[in-house]
């Protein structure tokens, strides 16, 4: 017998790998595609970034030492990709959430529950656009993504104490944005 395995061995062993690529990809599109674009604040943007990310990951999949931290990995790779962006290009393109694409939507909920989502989307990114791009990247980083400060600090390429500066900073505008949208929502209601 040869050590060599068969060619439809090796053909059932690129269609596994294949598949396996394929469920990671799928299973993390959306929330990367969101991390991304809450980053840059452009649709176009974020789904050019998304695909890149996806790209670098991939062929960089024998890096990954464990499977469990593979999201964390990845949502690594995607902020990296997006703050890489920022910084080569200076500005970030703003465009109208209205704009997402509609796939990216539940479809079980109903029409009422649809509104009230893009709603509370559309209110929460208003929010993050108050802040400096440096506090938005900070924060999400942080809050929304989970990491230690001191991978966020290591992100941004600067200190800890300033990732906390930029948070805190984050924190009371998106506290003051929502104070002043719900006095403004609560006179428009009298």
């Not at 649709?43 to 062929?59: N, R």
């Not at 999400?140 to 400060?149: I, Q, S, T, W």
Request: charged share 30%.
């Amino acid at each position: 017998m040869s050590d060599q395995s068969s060619p439809s061995q090796l053909d059932a062993a690129v269609l596994t790998a294949q598949e396996i690529q394929n469920r990671f990809v799928s299973g993390n599109l959306r929330r990367i595609f969101l991390l991304i674009y809450r980053i840059v604040g452009n649709v176009a943007d974020a789904q050019d970034l998304t695909q890149e990310a996806f790209i670098k990951a991939l062929q960089r999949q024998d890096q990954l030492k464990d499977i469990e931290k593979a999201a964390h990995w990845l949502s690594r790779i995607a902020s990296n990709t997006a703050i890489d962006f920022l910084r080569r290009n200076g500005k970030v393109n703003f465009c109208e959430i209205d704009t997402l694409i509609e796939p990216l939507s539940e479809p079980r909920e109903s029409p009422e529950q649809a509104v009230l989502r893009s709603e509370h989307r559309a209110y929460l990114e208003e929010g993050l656009m108050v802040l400096t791009e440096r506090e938005r990247t900070a924060l999400l980083l942080r809050d929304v993504e989970g990491l230690p400060a001191e991978e966020v600090a290591e992100q941004m390429n600067c200190s800890k104490a300033t990732v906390r500066s930029h948070i805190a900073n984050a924190r009371i505008k998106f506290r003051r944005y929502m104070e002043r949208t719900r006095r403004t929502a609560g006179r428009k209601q009298s």
